[in-house]
C-alpha cells in the first residue's frame, strides 16, 4: 500500500472518543496536598583529568632505578665548575635531540603559546625589556639558539687549558638551567603523547629526573621555577613530588 493511500484512509475514519479529561494540575489540588517545590540539582563539576605523565605505569617508567644521588655527585678530582658544565652540555644536547623528534607536531598553530600548565604559559624578555607571548616554537628556538652560543663562547664555557671560569658562571648556568627547564615543562604538557607514541618515555623520564637532580643538588635550581604559584601552577611540579615519593628524587 503506497503512502498517498494510508493517508485518505486515516482521514476517511471516523471521529474519535471524547477527549480525556486534563492533566491534574497544582491548581486541583487542595492546599494540603500541594505537591512538594522541586529542588533545582547542584551542578557537579567534573574532576580534572589527571596528565598522562602522572598515570601509571607511564610515572615509573626509566632506564635507570633507584635514587639520581649517587650519579649526580662530584667525581674525585674533578673541578665543580668543569663538572657543573659538561653537565649543562649534556642535559642540553639530549634535549634538542628530543624536541628534534617532536618539532613537527610543535607548530605555531598548535602550540600558540610556550605553555607548561593549565593555566600557564611563559613569557620572553624582548630587547625592549618588554614581556611577551610567543608561540612555542618561537620561544624555544630563541632558548636553543641562545644556550648554543653561550656554549660555543669560550669566555663563558672555557675549554682550552689556562682558561678559567669567569665569575658570572653560576649566575649564567642558573638562568641556563630555568630555561631549559621550562623546555621540559612545555614538552610534558603538551606533546607528552608524542613521546608515548614513540615509546621513548622512558627514556626522557630519566633525563627529566637526572636534571631535577643534579639542578637541586648544585643549587641550579628553585622550588618556585619547578612549581610555580598557586595561581598557575607548573604541571611537571607535581611529577616532582610524585618522584620524590616513590623514592627517585630528593630534598
Known amino acids: 500500500m503506497s503512502f498517498f493511500n494510508t493517508i485518505s484512509r486515516?482521514?476517511?475514519?471516523?471521529?474519535?472518543?471524547?477527549?480525556?479529561?486534563?492533566?491534574?494540575?497544582?491548581?486541583?489540588?487542595?492546599?494540603?496536598?500541594?505537591?512538594?517545590?522541586?529542588?533545582?540539582?547542584?551542578?557537579?563539576?567534573?574532576?580534572?583529568?589527571?596528565?598522562?605523565?602522572?598515570?601509571?605505569p607511564f610515572v615509573e617508567a626509566a632506564l635507570v632505578k633507584g635514587n639520581f644521588k649517587t650519579i649526580v655527585m662530584l667525581p674525585k678530582?674533578?673541578?665543580?665548575?668543569?663538572?657543573?658544565?659538561?653537565?649543562?652540555?649534556?642535559?642540553?644536547?639530549?634535549?634538542?635531540?628530543?624536541?628534534?623528534?617532536?618539532?613537527?607536531?610543535?607548530?605555531?598553530?598548535?602550540?600558540t603559546t610556550m605553555s607548561a600548565g593549565q593555566t600557564l604559559s611563559y613569557t620572553w624578555v624582548n630587547h625592549e625589556r618588554k614581556s611577551v607571548h610567543l608561540p612555542a616554537p618561537t620561544y624555544i628556538d630563541y632558548v636553543m639558539t641562545w644556550i648554543q652560543n653561550l656554549l660555543n663562547d669560550e669566555a663563558t664555557f672555557?675549554?682550552?687549558?689556562?682558561?678559567?671560569?669567569?665569575?658570572?658562571?653560576?649566575?649564567?648556568?642558573?638562568h641556563v638551567y630555568r630555561q631549559l627547564l621550562r623546555v621540559f615543562a612545555h614538552i610534558y604538557h603538551a606533546h607528552f603523547h608524542q613521546i608515548l607514541h614513540l615509546r621513548s618515555e622512558p627514556h626522557f623520564n630519566s633525563l627529566f629526573a637526572h636534571f631535577l637532580s643534579f639542578g637541586r643538588?648544585?643549587?641550579?635550581?628553585?622550588?618556585?621555577?619547578?612549581?610555580?604559584?598557586t595561581s598557575s601552577p607548573v604541571g611537571i611540579g607535581q611529577l616532582w613530588d610524585k618522584w620524590r615519593e616513590m623514592g627517585i628524587l630528593e630534598g
Open 217 to 229: 643538588e648544585y643549587e641550579l635550581l628553585e622550588m618556585k621555577d619547578v612549581k610555580g604559584a
Open 158 to 174: 672555557p675549554t682550552k687549558s689556562g682558561n678559567d671560569f669567569p665569575q658570572s658562571f653560576p649566575s649564567t648556568v642558573k
Open 10 to 56: 486515516s482521514m476517511t475514519r471516523g471521529q474519535r472518543g471524547p477527549k480525556r479529561a486534563p492533566t491534574p494540575t497544582s491548581a486541583t489540588f487542595p492546599p494540603e496536598l500541594q505537591p512538594p517545590t522541586p529542588i533545582a540539582p547542584v551542578p557537579v563539576t567534573p574532576p580534572a583529568t589527571k596528565p598522562l605523565y602522572l598515570c601509571s
Open 77 to 111: 678530582y674533578v673541578d665543580i665548575m668543569e663538572w657543573v658544565a659538561v653537565n649543562i652540555f649534556e642535559f642540553y644536547t639530549n634535549l634538542n635531540e628530543f624536541y628534534g623528534v617532536i618539532t613537527e607536531c610543535c607548530t605555531q598553530q598548535a602550540c
